[in-house]
């Protein structure tokens, strides 16, 4: 909704029927006959409140319909204020989530090049490793090379049971432990190193076993490793997607809201400047109102004080005389 439209749906402007105050008594409207009247109480014995009360009841009558006036404002104006605090609320909170959707990140770091550098250094070494065994276990199994393929195997895949989570807490290390996760990697490194001994030197037959045994130890680990890193990059593009079209999609949606509060807050402050002006006009009839309630009232007192203190030095027939006149 535009802005013109907000504000021809919501008029405002008060209106207010039209009222003529009650006028005031000949005595209270002319100041000569104010003066009068408060020469002529002072000179009885009537109290000065009996008058002034009366003025103040006078003129509270004639405030009424404004001051019923100046409440309705100040309700429609105070609702208009709280309206715009919402408003204005809502318009920060959206903000704060167009903030917050923007500087946010997928979990982790992308590692694509470490991963993939990794995963093809290991197959390089796989590879080679397959390689070696197959050229010591071919003087024994020259004509069935699957042999060689399971060896290898099964060496490789000794601690691929228990490496596919490598942030999982590590056991202590026991006996039973220490069999599952060493006997096929060494199995496997024995073995090969059996029949390298019939047509290695002892050293070389040697070397081939603890390079095999370690390699193996260190493999089953290193592969599972780089595979659930792999595994956490492909999450992390997959969230970094997502993040994106969510915020292609909300950020589009909370800045046409924003737009929309906007264009509401200015309809709403202009209907309350509206309001202004008349909360203004009744103010100041108000304040005119009540000067002229005290000036009249303190115009009053100074008649009466100056009456009361003549009554004291005049006699009876003295004050009945001026009375009469």
Not at 197 to 222: C, D, E, R
Request: contains cysteine.
């Amino acid at each position: 909704m535009t802005f013109e439209e907000q504000l021809n749906n919501n008029p405002t402007v008060p209106d207010f029927p039209a009222h003529s105050p009650e006028p005031l008594p000949d005595w209270l409207s002319d100041d000569n006959l104010l003066r009068d009247e408060a020469a002529l109480l002072g000179l009885s014995p009537a109290p000065l409140e009996e008058k002034t009360n009366l003025i103040r009841l006078y003129f509270k009558q004639q405030t009424i319909p404004l001051e019923r006036e100046r409440e309705e404002l100040g309700e429609k104006i105070g609702e208009l204020n709280l309206e715009i605090e919402q408003k204005t609320n809502r318009i920060e909170e959206l903000r704060h989530k167009i903030t917050r959707l923007e500087a946010a990140q997928p979990d982790g770091e992308p590692h694509f090049l470490k991963t993939a550098t990794g995963l093809i250094a290991c197959l390089g070494v796989l590879i080679g490793t397959y390689f070696l065994i197959r050229e010591t276990l071919k003087p024994h199994f020259e004509e069935n090379r699957l042999i060689s393929l399971g060896v290898f195997l099964a060496g490789f895949l000794g601690l691929y049971h228990r490496t596919t989570n490598p942030a999982e807490t590590e056991p202590p290390i026991s006996a039973r432990q220490l069999l599952a996760d060493a006997g096929l990697p060494f199995a496997a490194s024995f073995f090969v190193f059996i029949y390298a001994f019939q047509t290695q030197p002892a050293l070389l037959a040697l070397g081939i076993f603890l390079f095999l045994f370690f390699l193996f130890l260190s493999i089953g680990k290193l592969i599972p490793g780089l595979l659930s890193a792999l595994q956490n990059d492909f999450r992390y593009q997959n969230q970094e997607k997502n993040l994106k079209i969510e915020r292609n999609l909300k950020t589009v949606d909370w800045e046409k809201e924003v737009n929309a509060l906007k264009i509401s807050v200015d309809a709403i402050r202009v209907r309350k400047w509206q309001l202004l002006p008349f909360l203004n006009r009744i103010e100041l009839e108000l304040s005119r109102s009540n000067t002229r309630r005290d000036l009249l009232i303190e115009l009053f007192e100074n008649e009466f004080n100056l009456a009361r203190s003549l009554r004291d030095r005049l006699s009876e027939q003295q004050i009945r005389a001026i009375v009469a006149n």
